[in-house]
């Protein structure tokens, strides 16, 4: 069994910061990936960053400069440092890891207005 625990949502203005985190726990040996994606109302879910186990990183061109993904490998947990937030960041954020199969964490919403 794999359990993913994300916390760090929230209500933020534009041009505010969050920080997202995601532990991960259970049957976790041999991951590949720990990323974040992103689910707003009536879209389908996208990627927002990815971390490979061997450091590589990816990120969608919309948060490019802004948000930073990382990790802890001594707490299994992935971070999204997220900056210079926007209306259009708001969504509900997904944690993800790769180990045979991808899982999923429950979501966090992250609500950017003024």
């Known amino acids: 069994q794999v359990q993913l625990v994300e916390s760090g949502g929230g209500f933020v203005q534009p041009g505010g910061s969050l920080r997202l985190s995601c532990a991960a726990s259970?049957?976790?040996?041999?991951?590949?990936?720990m990323g974040w994606y992103r689910q707003a109302p009536g879209k389908q879910r996208g990627l927002v960053a990815v971390r490979t186990s061997g450091g590589s990183t990816n990120y969608a061109d919309s948060v490019k400069g802004r948000f930073t993904i990382s990790r802890d490998n001594a707490k299994n947990t992935v971070y999204l440092q997220m900056n210079s937030l926007k209306p259009e960041d708001t969504a509900v954020y997904y944690c993800?890891?790769?180990?045979?199969?991808?899982?999923w964490g429950q979501g966090t919403q992250v609500t950017v207005s003024s």
């Open positions: 259970g049957s976790i040996f041999g991951m590949t990936a």
């Open positions: 993800m890891i790769s180990i045979a199969r991808d899982y």
